[in-house]
């Protein structure tokens, strides 16, 4: 009994409290005071006067399970319960009420509840969802409150919007999920029947005859053998055609109707027509052919008229089980087809010789079949006769004159475009091969005139220009037109093509004859000696590996003697040699067996690297040409953005701020010549000058003439740089002729 709270006579109610914490039910939303939440305890946990807390029930310790929002938790989760309810039916004598049956979805994420009532065929009623998804309140007076997790189970009865519904049963994965969460389910409930649904399910199988009719049902075969077709490859000896050739034929068997069609393979310039089909696509008899039947003899069912037309002329039908004078007819199905079988096609004998794999696989599974050899039916196939061309008449290119024996339709030869765009002049790389060459002559004059040969990779054409030397006499210039050049010796009127000078032909050291002129490629310039080493592998007088292979073979038995001539020539011991010395000491020991290009090869390969310095007028001439080509004039607003980055406006920026800068407009520079200018133009501190690097690109106000630019590649007459390798290390080459001497 508690005590009044009277002065004197009450106690202090704290006593033996430990928590006085207040729980926040106010706050703020949108700037507004409202009340957040009041579903909170009062001071110190305890419910406040009239509030009811929901209890938590779990078999679950607390702090087990994922911390997981519900609606990432309890994604696509539901229970599903079975229930129905009463529906009153006060407009019909048939029936007073309706009981209807229904399911209920409870979503786990967001507590919402959706009621579903299954549709029945030719019920009158609408049917489907009866209460959308959503949260549902409580019935009266708690309908400030919504259903929860706790409100069901199983034989209970829910409220919603004034209609009760009663929960019979639920699945199997609710019962365990309502076990976990400490629910103690009830038993099921039975669903009672509808008795008008009763009655009306009555009068329908008083309705429904005694003998039922005869189902013919071919949807089931139709759904599962949709699309799947057997194929056989068959043979029909014609005897009726003049000269008994075979037929070849294609026969489709479809397992979803047992239908055949039979397709006719017509070879080429057989003199047949190619009509569509041999056989359209129906079933196929056994025995056939066969006289015609009276329309309505052949039918899928029979009917006996059991009356006569004695009454009112009419007649009453019943279906004939015993199918009394049907006329019965054999067509062929799957099991009758395999492979060695001779079918009846409307008096046609055709036999199956082959299948494909689909086929081979079904009869496999099917049948157990397993011996699938097929019926030898091609002819082998005749002599392919081999396609000859007349012989060149003399009249335009080889090429062109072949195109006109290949169609009646005229048309140029074709060119490698894929070639062509891969190997054309693409910015720095020119993809041309140039080499220096001389006359092989006895002539003194023509001895001392020096030629620039050029090879285009883009499309294997030549051409040759001669050095111009003062005062010799000899018109320089164009010495040979750009085009291809057929190999010597070969005969001018043949059927075969000519072949013509690959680049695999020259190098340095080849002898070339170019319409009976003879040149001896003596040197070529720095792209050309950098291009076949890159591409070793189509130059093999530029491949270091078959170079060294090579002359592994030729000096594997005399290493000890190779050594000391390669140190009777380094009397002074620095590990190196002159070129020239290390040239005639190869040519020594190989007997002449490697040529210029190769012995090149090694002396680039084991010479001494030098850093050498790029001539800045060369480079700033180059850089000049390319900014005019590309009609670059942004000099000033290029001066005003690197003056701008200038903080301290000193005249210098760091390369690391120029090169972004240059990049930003789009200067048509390669990124290696770019990066040399910026290097050219750094003061002792590693900074740039930025106000001499523009002016130097300025080639409106500083152009620079003293470099001419190469306009055209015909025009280019000057001669390829002289081979500068000074110093050869011949250690590192006979440590990998011969290993590491110990």
Not at 137 to 165: G, M, S, W
Not at 382 to 391: D, L, M, N, S
Not at 458 to 481: A, P
Not at 623 to 638: G, I, M, W
Request: with cysteine; aromatic share 12%; hydrophobic share 35%.
């Amino acid at each position: 009994m508690a005590l009044p709270l009277l002065p004197g006579v009450s106690r202090d109610r704290n006593i033996g409290k430990e928590k006085f914490h207040k729980s926040q039910h106010w706050g703020f939303c949108n700037d507004v005071a409202m009340l957040v939440d009041e579903n909170k305890p009062g001071v110190g946990g305890k419910p406040l006067p009239g509030q009811k807390l929901t209890p938590k029930y779990s078999v679950f310790p607390e702090g087990m399970g994922s911390d997981a929002p519900a609606w990432v938790a309890f994604d696509k989760q539901v229970l599903s319960f079975d229930a129905y309810f009463d529906e009153e039916v006060p407009d019909k004598n048939q029936e007073l009420y309706r009981i209807r049956h229904c399911k209920i979805y409870f979503y786990l994420e967001d507590d919402t509840i959706q009621v579903i009532e299954p549709r029945v065929k030719n019920s009158g009623i609408p049917q489907g969802t009866i209460v959308r998804r959503h949260r549902i309140p409580l019935p009266p007076p708690c309908e400030d409150q919504f259903y929860t997790i706790d409100h069901f189970n199983i034989n209970t009865e829910v409220t919603f919007y004034a209609r009760k519904y009663k929960i019979t049963d639920c699945d199997q994965f609710t019962k365990n999920f309502l076990r976990k969460m400490g629910v103690r389910l009830n038993p099921p409930a039975s669903q009672p029947d509808d008795p008008y649904t009763q009655e009306r399910q009555k009068i329908l199988d008083s309705m429904a005859p005694f003998r039922p009719y005869e189902r013919i049902d071919t949807l089931k075969q139709f759904l599962e053998h949709d699309g799947h077709v057997l194929r056989f490859f068959c043979l029909w000896d014609d005897p009726e055609s003049m000269f008994h050739d075979p037929r070849e034929l294609v026969l489709h068997y479809y397992l979803s109707d047992d239908t055949i069609d039979i397709k006719e393979i017509v070879p080429v310039n057989s003199g047949r027509d190619a009509v569509p089909l041999f056989l359209r696509r129906d079933k196929l008899p056994k025995h056939a052919p066969i006289g015609l039947y009276q329309p309505g003899t052949i039918t899928n069912r029979t009917v006996l008229n059991v009356l006569g037309n004695s009454v009112g002329n009419k007649g009453r039908y019943i279906l004939d089980n015993r199918k009394t004078g049907t006329v019965h007819q054999e067509f062929y199905k799957d099991g009758d087809l395999k492979i060695g079988a001779v079918i009846n096609v409307w008096g046609r004998k055709i036999i199956l010789c082959d299948c494909d794999e689909f086929t081979k696989e079904y009869y496999r599974t099917k049948y157990g079949i397993e011996d699938f050899t097929p019926v030898s039916y091609k002819a082998p196939p005749p002599p392919k006769r081999e396609k000859t061309f007349p012989p060149y008449t003399g009249f335009g290119s080889e090429e062109d004159s072949l195109c006109s024996c290949m169609g009646l339709i005229l048309k140029p030869p074709a060119k490698d475009f894929k070639k062509f765009l891969e190997k054309d002049r693409i910015g720095m790389e020119s993809n041309i091969l140039r080499f220096l060459a001389k006359l092989v002559t006895d002539n003194p004059i023509d001895k001392d005139r020096k030629f620039i040969i050029s090879y285009f990779l883009s499309d294997d054409t030549i051409s040759v220009f001669e050095h111009v030397q003062r005062n010799s006499g000899i018109h320089g210039g164009k010495f040979l037109e750009r085009g291809r050049i057929k190999k010597p010796g070969q005969e001018l009127f043949k059927s075969e093509p000519s072949e013509y000078f690959k680049a695999q032909d020259l190098y340095v050291g080849a002898r070339v004859c170019f319409h009976g002129h003879n040149f001896l490629l003596v040197d070529a310039d720095e792209y050309t000696l950098n291009y076949m080493e890159k591409h070793a592998n189509e130059f093999s007088v530029a491949d270091i590996g078959v170079i060294l292979k090579k002359l592994k073979v030729i000096t594997e038995s005399r290493s000890q003697e190779i050594r000391q001539l390669f140190a009777a020539t380094d009397p002074d011991h620095n590990k190196v040699i002159g070129y020239d010395v290390f040239r005639n000491l190869i040519v020594r020991i190989t007997d002449e067996a490697f040529s210029d290009h190769e012995v090149m090869t090694l002396g680039r390969y084991y010479s001494v690297k030098d850093e050498c310095q790029m001539d800045l007028h060369y480079l700033l001439a180059v850089a000049q040409e390319q900014l005019k080509k590309n009609r670059f004039e942004n000099f000033e607003q290029l001066t005003a953005v690197l003056l701008y980055n200038d903080r301290e406006k000193c005249g210098v920026l760091p390369r690391e701020v120029c090169r972004p800068i240059c990049k930003s407009f789009k200067l048509p520079l390669a990124d290696d010549d770019l990066q040399a200018l910026l290097t050219m133009f750094e003061d002792d501190n590693k900074q740039v000058e930025y106000k001499k690097l523009v002016d130097g690109l300025n080639w409106r106000e500083n152009p620079i003439p003293v470099f001419q630019t190469i306009k055209n590649e015909d025009d280019w007459t000057r001669q390829p740089p002289i081979f500068h390798v000074k110093e050869i290390k011949y250690l590192p080459l006979l440590d990998d002729l011969f290993g590491k001497e110990e």
